[in-house]
C-alpha cells in the first residue's frame, strides 16, 4: 500500500475522533476569558485578608469540606472554590473582596460555565473516564504520524516553495481541494506537530513524571510548635507568595488530616509563562512555617520538562501571539480534515462515474417490437 494510500485510510479511520478534538481543543483556547466576561461584575483589587476570611467562614460551615481555592485564570483577581456541602460537589466564584459572584454544581453537568468544564472533558477523555483518556492519547499518536506522512506527501520539489505556500490553487474541483488541503497542512505542520506531541505526553503524564521523577514530594509531617487556632488561607497564601519574592498566586489545596498543610501554586518570576504556576510551596497548617519549596525554574529537567507540557500544548507558553496561534491550529487541523474529506468524497464521484461509463455500451441496438 502506498504512503498516499496510508495517509488516506488513516485519516478516515479516525476522523471523527480528530474533529472532536480539533473544535473542542479550539473552542477551549480562550475558554476562561469567556466564561470570566459572562459574570457581569465589576473587577475589584484582591484583598486577601477579606479574601481569606470568606474562604475560611466557608470551609467552618457543617457538612462543607473545602478541598482547593484556584483563580479563574483570567488574571481579573477572580477565585473558584471547590467545595464539597452534604456531599455534593459545589464550586463558588469569589471576586477580590470575597463576594459571591455565582455557584453551581461541580458535576460539569448544569450552572453557568459548567460549558467550559464539559468542553474540557471532551477533549482530554471523551467524556469516558480513563479509557477515554486512552482513546484520545492513541488517536493522538495515529494524528502525529498522519501528520507526518502528509509532510512528506506534500513536501515541494526545491525551487517551488513560495508558489506552494503563497499561490491560489488553480484547476479544477479536485485540483483545487488538494491545492488547499497541501497548503493548509504545510502551513500547518510544525505547529501541530508540538501541539500534538505536548498533547499526547500530558494524557500519560502521570506515568511520565513517575518515569522522570519529576512529581513534587510532600514534606515529612509537620511536628506543631505553636497553639491555639491553626493559621487560615490568607496567612498561607501571604507565607508561600513571601517564599518567592515577585509571584504570583496560582491555586491551592487546603489541608486534611492526612495532609496538615496547604500545598500553594504560584508562578515564580523564572518559570514558563502558563496560567497557573507550577511552583509549590507547602505551609504548615498549625502555624504557618514554610515546611519545603519547589521552584519549578530551577527543578529537574524531568519535572521543567513535565511542567511546560501544558503551557506548550495551550499556546501559553507564548503568552498571547502563543495562544492565538495555538487557535490558528485548531482552525486549520479542522480546515484540513474536512478539505481532506471533501478531496475524498470528490474524488470517489469521480471513480463512480469513470465506473459507470465503462460499463455503458457505446451505442444501444433498436428495439424492435415485442416477441412475446
Known sequence: MSLRAVHRYLSLAVLAI??????????????????????????????????????????????????????????????DVYQAVGGEDRVVRLDGQGRMLRERNGDQSTGEG???????????????????????????????????????????????????????PVGGGRAKLYGWHRKVGLWLAVPALLAVGSGILLVFEHGLKSRLDAAVPDPPLPASTAEGQPV???????????????????GVSLPDEDAPWYRVRVRSAGEVTRKWGASVVYVAAADGRVLSTHDAATA????????????????????????????????????????????????????????SARLQPAHSPATGPSRD
Request: no cysteine; charged share 15%; proline share 3%.
Open 300 to 355: 529537574s529537567f524531568g519535572r521543567q520538562l513535565v511542567v511546560t507540557l501544558y503551557p506548550l500544548h495551550t499556546g501559553q507558553i507564548g503568552g498571547w501571539p502563543g495562544r492565538v496561534l495555538a487557535l490558528s491550529v485548531g482552525l486549520a487541523l479542522v480546515a484540513a480534515i474536512v478539505l481532506g474529506l471533501a478531496l475524498w468524497l470528490a474524488r470517489r464521484r469521480a471513480t463512480g462515474r469513470s465506473s
Open 114 to 168: 459548567a460549558t467550559w468544564d464539559t468542553l474540557t472533558s471532551i477533549h482530554t477523555s471523551l467524556l469516558a473516564g480513563e479509557r477515554g483518556k486512552w482513546l484520545i492519547g492513541i488517536s493522538g499518536i495515529l494524528l502525529l504520524t498522519n501528520i507526518l506522512l502528509g509532510l512528506k506527501l506534500a513536501w515541494p520539489k526545491s525551487g517551488t516553495w513560495r508558489k506552494t505556500l503563497f499561490a491560489k
Open 232 to 250: 487560615g488561607f490568607a496567612q498561607a497564601v501571604g507565607a508561600a507568595l513571601r517564599a518567592f519574592p515577585g509571584s504570583t498566586f496560582a
Open 18 to 79: 480528530w474533529l472532536v478534538q480539533a473544535i473542542t481543543g479550539t473552542l477551549s483556547v480562550f475558554r476562561w476569558e469567556l466564561d470570566d466576561t459572562s459574570i457581569r461584575a465589576a473587577t475589584v483589587p484582591t484583598d486577601w485578608t477579606a479574601l481569606g476570611t470568606r474562604i475560611d467562614g466557608l470551609a467552618a460551615r457543617a457538612e462543607t469540606e473545602v478541598s482547593s481555592v484556584w483563580t479563574s485564570g483570567t488574571g481579573a483577581g477572580r477565585f
